[in-house]
Structure formats: C-alpha cells, structure tokens
C-alpha cells in the first residue's frame, strides 16, 4: 500500500531541484573560470546524478542527499583555498570569492541539517584542515561553519520533530485506541487500494463483518472495563488466526471488519475463530468491484440470516 508523504523524503525532493541553481554560475565558470574552478564545477555535477540514483535505488533520501551536501561543500573550499589565478581569470578576488563563500555557508547549513551532527563536524573538518594562505582565514571560516551548522541542526531537529508529530496525529487518527486495530476511517482510506490491487494482480477479495453477540450482556453485569477486555481478547484471537497480510479494523462498538485478499471462502476462518472465541457472529462478502456500504450491508445481512437460523 501507497505511504503518505513524510516530511524528509520531501524535504530531499526538494534538494534535488535546488541542488540545479548553481548552473546560474555556468557563465562564470564558462567565461573565466581556470583548472580549479573547472574541476570543482565537473566534480559537483558529476556527483549529483550518482547520488541521486542512489536515493531513487535505496530509498535512503536523506543519506544521499548528504552525500552530495559533503562534496558540495569540499568544491567550495577548494576554490576559496586555490590560488586566485586557479579559480578564476580577469575578476577581481572579492567579488567571485563573495559567491563562493555565499555557496559554502549554504551548503554547511544543509549539511548539518540533513546529515545532524556527523554534517557538523564533517564541514568544520574541512574548513579547520584546509591550506588557507592566511591562517587567520581557517578560523574565520570555520566560526562561520560552527554558526551554520547549528542553525541547519536546528531546523534538522524540528523536521524530525514534526515528522514524529505528524506519525503520532496519522496512528491516532487511523487507529482503534483499545484494540490497536485500525479504525473505520483507516477501512474508507485502504478499501479502494485492496480493490485496485485485487484487479491488478487477478486476485479476489473477501470482506468479514464480525459481530460480538453478547458484549452489552457483559457490560451490565460486569461493567464496561470487562467489556473493554473482551474486545481487546477477540481482537487479539483475530489478529492470530488471520493470514498475514489480511487487514483487520474495529469499525463500530462490537463490529469488526477484515479485507482479505486471494480469499475465496471465508469458512476456515469462521471455524479456527468459533474454536476460540464461540461468541460472534459473522459474515462475508465479496468486495471485488462494489463499493464499501455495499459490501458492508451485503455481510452484514449474511450475518444476520445466521443469527436467525
């Protein structure tokens, strides 16, 4: 099933279509850029569809971007520590050393925001053992290193911070508080996907509507925290006898409902659940093309026509 979109994996989009600006640096480097600038331009392009084909492969958005980020960075202080006529011919060293110096503490900044601590230390490693004419240059930069860092931490830490959140605010709004089941909003949202994949891959689907037959029996003669137990027990025994990779929600008070893909028949299960706990009734539906309220009422008349018999 589709994931909804968390916040770094976004975040890592986004950095592959900024990480394309510095080609606005193309006519410098074009018109009078030398060897280093040149071999600092090739490196940072030549990196760029490597690490990107690595997160497209594994999925680890977050470390390639890194990856990038790190040499991103090692090309601007391989310019601002090169001899000026390595860098560039016919500018003056203020103004191209001001845009790279611009383009480092950018890059610093997303780098400890990305990669967290390791990013920190990795750019005040670069900035404090580069070969800086000027000495007094190595730590210049690398206060300015340590300024960004922090900073990119500390929108790291509230990313991570917000992508928990917004984990926290999708399990609570998607699952069953007492049973950990999902819920009725979780069925609405997955039905159509178990219906798309069934067509997909040729498969059937079954839909199971479970009825707790004497729960409003259980919580007046024993209060409602017995009751709670005997749903938390049934949800439990449905969870261990269902296949894996069946979904199961608890949708209602003393209702409970499974998806069951490539399930033909629904009696097995009926019989190994009946085994454990005698005190529900259910029903079945083939849920291959009609829509949820149809193949809820479907199973929930089955169930009732066996609670007639």
Known sequence: ???????????????????????????VVVLYGGPVMLGATLLYWASLPVTYGLARLTGRERLAVSLH?????????????????????????DGWRLGVMAFYTVGAFA?????????????????????WPQGETRFLVAAGTVLAGVGGLSVGAMASRLEALQRL??????TDSLTGLANRRSLERDFPRF?????????SLLLSLWDLDNLKGINDREGHRAGDAHLVRFAQVLREEVREGDALYRIGG???????????DGASLEE???ARFPSVSVGFCPAGTQGLPQALAAADEQMYGKKGR
């Open 1 to 27: 099933m589709a994931q909804d979109p968390e916040i770094w994996p976004a975040l890592g989009r986004l950095y592959w279509r900024l990480a394309l600006l510095p080609a606005v640096w193309f006519p």
């Open 69 to 93: 980020l790190g040499v991103a960075v090692f090309t601007a202080l391989w310019s601002l520590v090169s001899p000026p006529e390595g860098v560039v011919q016919g500018l003056s060293g």
């Open 111 to 131: 780098l400890a925001a990305f990669a967290g601590w390791p990013g920190l230390v990795l750019g005040l490693v670069y900035a404090l053992f580069a070969p």
């Open 169 to 174: 605010i999708r399990t609570e709004a998607l």
């Open 195 to 203: 219906q798309a994949l069934a067509a997909r891959e040729g498969l």
């Open 254 to 264: 003393d209702e409970f409902v499974g998806l069951h893909l490539g399930l033909e």
């Open 272 to 274: 190994r659940v009946h």
